[in-house]
């Protein structure tokens, strides 16, 4: 039972400025299950409250939304990106082909 199930990711991961992302947006919002309408209301919401409207705000909202029952599931598994064309992903119950990636779907 959850709410929502969000995908988590270890760090560090670094930006182009040398800051740690996973800090301040631990989730990764390329995979997400939800179950409940009214999360996503409250991350608009919390969006709407900062003045936030740039591309990471879904990532910052559900990193500072509270009050619903959040199922974290790993990256690694379930948001998983693979580095090179050709990676084992077998294992993988998602996988994330984000970028110049997408054409190794094919």
Known sequence: PFD???TWRDGPIWDGKG????????INCGVMFTRSPEYW???LEWCA???IQDWYA???AVANVRGFD???LHCDNFNY???IK???VSRKYAVHYKGKRKEWML
């Open 41 to 43: 209301a409250a991350c």
């Open 4 to 6: 929502v199930a969000l």
């Open 49 to 51: 409250r900062h003045d």
């Open 81 to 83: 990106t693979p580095r």
């Open 70 to 72: 959040v199922l974290r």
């Open 86 to 88: 050709g990676d084992d």
């Open 19 to 26: 800051n740690d992302i996973t800090k301040i947006m631990p």
């Open 58 to 60: 879904d990532q910052l």
